[in-house]
């Protein structure tokens, strides 16, 4: 089954406490993306990866990093959390084509993250 | 930068009529992608129905269907028969068009607009 996986879907941590949030997907995708959800705001870029080794910012990376290490996986790295990252995380992922033609965008299930 | 408006934080419908969600975008870009997901309770984000906008014929998904006014930015959403299963936070959404240039399949979200279904 084609599908996003995300890792773990909830998770309680403490300020200052380095975390990752594990995404993978089986399609053989290039393109992955984070997203945040927050109440009143939508979802938001957080970091995106046009493939292995290439990655670049979206719209609120502050306090975020990624690695692009395996097509497959695009883990997002809080090296020291804060509240304000309290939020419900996204992956998606889509494949890239040479036309630009449209593909759709698969979205993981989402990670429920608490900073207390 | 592209932005996406959804003017109503919360609508309500009574179970077997229709219902609108209104959605407008601000973009300079010719060629690009308009959506509607769903997200229920369990948070899965569903695609819901899919508009290009080169294509002036409104999409249609059995019970879903589109106004898109591409003059006016405007891309509302058409629920007819509603069940209870369309209860849910729904999103609009912008995407460009890879055709436009550029390397990055973001989608632009609005704030959501929560539908409740009345039995």
């Known amino acids: 089954e084609a599908q996003v996986t995300q890792n773990p879907r909830y998770l309680i941590t403490v300020t200052g406490k380095k975390l990752t949030v594990t995404c993978s997907q089986n399609?053989?995708?290039?393109?992955m993306s984070w997203y945040r959800q927050d109440p009143g705001l939508g979802l938001r870029q957080i970091y995106y990866?046009?493939?292995?080794?290439?990655?670049d910012k979206g719209d609120v990376p502050e306090g975020y990093k990624v690695s692009r290490k395996e097509k497959r996986n695009f883990p997002l790295i809080l090296e020291s959390p804060s509240p304000n990252q309290t939020s419900l995380y996204f992956c998606?992922?889509?494949?890239?084509?040479?036309?630009?033609?449209?593909?759709?965008?698969?979205f993981g299930p989402g990670t429920r993250l608490t900073v207390l | 930068a592209q932005t996406v408006t959804q003017s109503q934080p919360e609508m309500s419908v009574q179970e077997a009529e229709t219902v609108t969600l209104s959605c407008t975008y601000d973009?300079?870009?010719?060629?690009?992608?308009l959506f509607w997901y769903k997200q229920p309770p369990s948070r899965q984000m569903i695609l819901v129905i899919r508009q290009e906008a080169y294509k002036q014929q409104n999409a249609t998904e059995n019970r879903f269907s589109v106004n898109f006014q591409k003059a006016a930015k405007s891309f509302s959403l058409k629920i007819s028969d509603s069940q209870l299963g369309d209860a849910a936070m729904y999103f609009c959404a912008y995407r460009r068009s890879g055709r436009s240039g550029g390397s990055n399949y973001k989608l632009t979200f609005g704030k959501g607009t929560l539908l409740t279904v009345n039995p």
């Open positions: 990866s046009m493939n292995v080794e290439v990655t």
């Open positions: 998606a992922s889509t494949r890239d084509s040479p036309s630009k033609r449209y593909n759709e965008q698969f």
């Open positions: 399609m053989n995708h290039e393109y």
């Open positions: 973009t300079s870009e010719s060629d690009y992608y």
